[in-house]
């Protein structure tokens, strides 16, 4: 195994801050997504959202990342509506790539059905695109500044934001409107031809290194230790099956497989027989690898947040991967 390259400030777990190995940035291990306080997929109400970012806070989470995707703009309202009240320091992570576009009537959205009716987002990587969805989310939340902006989604628009997007962040980050520039993703071959064309910063991977999906540390983490890149896991219950293997959880943001919820049933029995929660084995299992920085978690309340740390800060036996392994359960690590 490599040695890890960054530098940790040793408190809870889930508060322990890791300095960026290109910007000067902290970033908590355990950060807050927003897309389930935005309503993803059932409704959220106002006064949970914010006292799920003030708890986030007050637990000593700094790291918040957001999109104009998630609630069509009503993610990056609700986040700002706290952040721009704290005095704390605090990174903020935002995506480009799509702007928000107000129509008579936009597509029924299944994945966000609070959504306004008259909100499309639509994906724009040209340069103007770029300019004006990172200028709206200034706007959306209220703040001066946003940290880390990733290319959202960029798997259909690869050279797009390779040759139209990159140029235009490097330029806002010189002129120090921006951090950190990064991608986030679900795939990481498309991760991994973008990080080869630019300098790239940061990188949200979601899903591919779980209990379920070890595809990340074949090519993708070794590679980003070698270029200095931090990487980000999001998705560690891939959207569900890990945190309730049972029939109707869902894989992917699509029911979950026969075959998926057997094998994470299977993970689960093997954890329970010593004592493990799924929930919390899941969600440490990123942090066994030096090429993770943080690992990304989206809560509903905040209650939920608790319980999720609690389960990140629980102490797990050391040799907890390496049995995995043995059991044929997971990949081993190269």
Known sequence: MQEKSYTIIYMTRHQSKVKMKRVDLELSRLSLGTAPLAGLFSSVKDQDSDELIKTSLAQGINYFDTAPLYGHGSSEIRLGRILKTVTEPYVLETKVGRVLNRVEKADPV????DADPHIEPVFDYSRDGILKSL?????RMGVDHIDIALMHDAENHVDEAIHNAYPVLAELKAQGVIKAIGVGLNFCDVAMKIMKEVDLDIALIAGRYTLLDQSAQRELLPYAIERKVDITIGGVFNSGVLANPVKGATFEY?????EIISKAQKIGAFLSERGIP?????????????GVTSVLTGSRSSAELLANIADFDRELPSNIWSELEDAGLIERMP
Not at 110 to 113: A, I
Not at 135 to 139: K, N
Not at 278 to 290: D, E, K, M, N, S
């Open 135 to 139: 200028h709206d989310s200034l706007e």
């Open 278 to 290: 799924l929930i919390a084995a899941a969600l440490q299992f990123p942090l066994r690898h030096p």
């Open 110 to 113: 299944s994945w966000f059905p």
């Open 254 to 258: 699509l029911p979950a497989s026969d």
